[in-house]
């Protein structure tokens, strides 16, 4: 089973910044485009950045400018880099391939205090 480790969430104030990492086995990062996804309180889980094998990103509007996702195949991790960050970035942040999906990991907290 695929397993799939999310870490450096935590609690953080309006406008701050926060690095999510992600470790991924190497059999699944060095051929599968990836994503950070998030699900907040009683909404559905969404994608918020993914990152093709080419290097090249798209991001959700919703954090288009502030979030950068990056991918180090040295060390077969995903990273998150969120800047600016606001009250309505709270939720359980998570990584995966994009679909077909592997299993979910547990995913990290980020919560921002307004």
């Known amino acids: 089973q695929v397993q799939l480790v999310e870490s450096g969430g935590g609690l953080v104030q309006a406008g701050g910044s926060l690095r999510l990492s992600c470790a991924v086995p190497?059999?699944?990062?060095?051929?599968?485009?990836m994503g950070w996804y998030r699900q907040a309180p009683g909404k559905q889980r969404e994608l918020v950045a993914r990152?093709?094998?080419?290097?090249?990103?798209i991001y959700a509007i919703p954090v288009k400018g502030r979030f950068t996702i990056s991918r180090d195949s040295a060390k077969n991790t995903l990273y998150l880099q969120m800047n600016s960050l606001k009250f309505e970035d709270t939720a359980v942040y998570y990584c995966?391939?994009?679909?077909?999906?592997?299993?979910w990991g547990q995913g990290t907290q980020v919560t921002v205090s307004s």
């Open positions: 995966n391939t994009l679909t077909p999906y592997v299993s």
């Open positions: 190497g059999s699944i990062f060095s051929w599968r485009p």
């Open positions: 990152i093709f094998l080419d290097g090249s990103t």
